[in-house]
């Protein structure tokens, strides 16, 4: 705006005063009156202040363009400084994907292998995918499962205390026993690589919300004991030698209708959230001492073949145990029952009051009559 004056006011020094006749262009017939020399200094001064408002008004104009026009650069760098980001983000993002499924394949190649070295491959191969990639644990938890699920011989004698056949093992083809087992060595890192997962306790190496889909698998000594997952799914599934729950917690639903536990299971403080389902599963002998069934406990139909103890069970919802089958003297001691559920009692217990109201099972009386339950 500086220089704009300046030059207003150099062409106002230079130009040639303008005449009257210019200033007041009158018809000659009519008498003009010349203007006095103060009346000239005035009209020069309006006119140059006229002028002076103008360039200032030029150069308002003129800084706030330029204003406008950094502004609008500016924004333009931003953006394109951020869609550089957000794309080198994305690239990265593709490429790191990428390698996942790479090596998700190669994994499940492995595992699919004829060989036992080569399946253990790839199950080490896809823990260590999961522990990296936390957004494909569950999918990597899913293909273990689904291996777990696959039909698979009986373990050998040997691995469950039973004796050999006759002949020992020199009776089996070298081949068969060997691959036989290989196999079961590989399902057994399988288990344990869910178990060791499922563990709270392990800082780091815990994968929280997991579900579990073992229905039908065949399951060597299965210890979930302080083990915790989401949902938990073992319907069909059977349980080799002992099976450990003690102390287990499942966030939601587990299932394990027409289960088979054949050797002694322990369910001890175990916590189910939500539904604990046992209906026409089979027990060899069974603890839930100290469990809490959060959701309906339904164990309609279930067998228990040998000792079953229930002392000091929590129940929060409905409890179902019609149709059940207890083959020994079962313990049902201290089980507090919800008010306001159905309580369909086990064979031998009847629904009671203590004298404060509360509901809990007692041992029916043998000269009462009338169905066990309420």
Same mark, same amino acid.
């Given at each position: 705006m500086p220089v704009i004056t300046g030059i207003v006011l150099i062409a106002g020094w230079?130009?040639?005063?303008?005449?009257?006749?210019?200033?007041?262009?009158?018809?000659?017939?009519?008498?003009?009156? #010349?203007?006095?020399?103060?009346?000239?200094?005035?009209?020069?001064?309006?006119?140059?202040?006229?002028?002076?408002?103008?360039?200032?008004?030029?150069?308002?104009?003129?800084?706030?363009?330029?204003v406008a026009g950094a502004a609008i650069a500016l924004r333009l760098v931003f953006r394109k400084r951020r869609h550089q980001e #957000?794309?080198?983000?994305?690239?990265?993002?593709?490429?790191? +994907?990428?390698?996942?499924?790479?090596?998700?394949?190669?994994?499940?190649?492995?595992?699919?292998?004829?060989?036992? &070295?080569?399946?253990?491959?790839?199950?080490?191969?896809?823990?260590?995918?999961?522990?990296?990639? &936390?957004g494909h644990r569950q999918t990597i938890v899913n293909v273990i499962c689904a291996y777990l699920r696959m039909p698979c011989g009986p373990p050998s004698p040997g691995d469950q205390g039973e004796p050999e056949p006759p002949g020992g093992p020199a009776s089996r083809p070298a081949g068969s026993l060997a691959e036989s087992e290989g196999e079961h060595q590989v399902r057994r890192i399988a288990q344990r690589i869910l178990l060791t997962h499922l563990n709270p306790g392990k800082e780091g190496w815990f994968w929280p919300d997991t579900d579990l889909d073992l229905t039908g698998a065949h399951l060597d000594a299965w210890d979930m004991s302080r083990r915790q997952c989401r949902n938990a799914d073992f319907t069909g599934a059977t349980f080799l030698g002992k099976a450990g729950f003690g102390g287990a917690r499942f966030t939601e639903d587990a299932t394990f209708t027409e289960?088979?536990?054949?050797? *002694? #299971?322990?369910?001890?403080?175990?916590? *189910?959230?939500?539904?604990?389902?046992?209906?026409?599963?089979?027990?060899?002998?069974?603890?839930?001492?100290?469990? #809490? *069934?959060?959701?309906?406990? +339904?164990?309609?139909?279930?067998?228990?073949?040998?000792?079953?103890?229930?002392?000091?069970?929590?129940?929060?919802?409905?409890?179902?145990?019609?149709?059940?089958?207890?083959?020994?003297?079962?313990?049902?001691?201290r089980v507090v029952l919800p008010e306001n559920f159905y309580v369909m009692s086990p064979p031998g217990w009847r629904v009671a009051r203590d004298p404060d109201g509360t509901r809990r099972l007692a041992r029916q009386e043998p000269e009462a009559g009338g169905p066990p339950g309420e």
């Open positions: 230079l130009l040639p005063e303008p005449s009257a006749a210019a200033v007041f262009p009158f018809s000659p017939a009519e008498p003009v009156a #010349t203007p006095s020399p103060a009346e000239t200094a005035t009209a020069a001064a309006g006119a140059l202040l006229t002028l002076l408002a103008v360039g200032a008004g030029i150069g308002v104009a003129v800084s706030l363009l330029l #957000t794309a080198a983000r994305i690239s990265e993002h593709d490429v790191t +994907e990428r390698r996942v499924a790479e090596l998700y394949a190669a994994a499940a190649e492995q595992l699919g292998h004829h060989t036992p &070295p080569v399946r253990l491959a790839g199950l080490y191969a896809l823990e260590r995918l999961a522990q990296e990639n &936390p289960a088979c536990f054949t050797g *002694f #299971t322990d369910f001890t403080w175990a916590a *189910f959230a939500g539904y604990a389902g046992f209906k026409r599963a089979g027990f060899q002998g069974v603890w839930f001492d100290g469990a #809490t *069934f959060s959701g309906v406990a +339904e164990f309609s139909m279930a067998d228990f073949a040998g000792v079953a103890e229930f002392n000091g069970v929590r129940l929060a919802g409905s409890t179902r145990f019609s149709g059940a089958s207890f083959a020994v003297d079962t313990d049902f001691d």
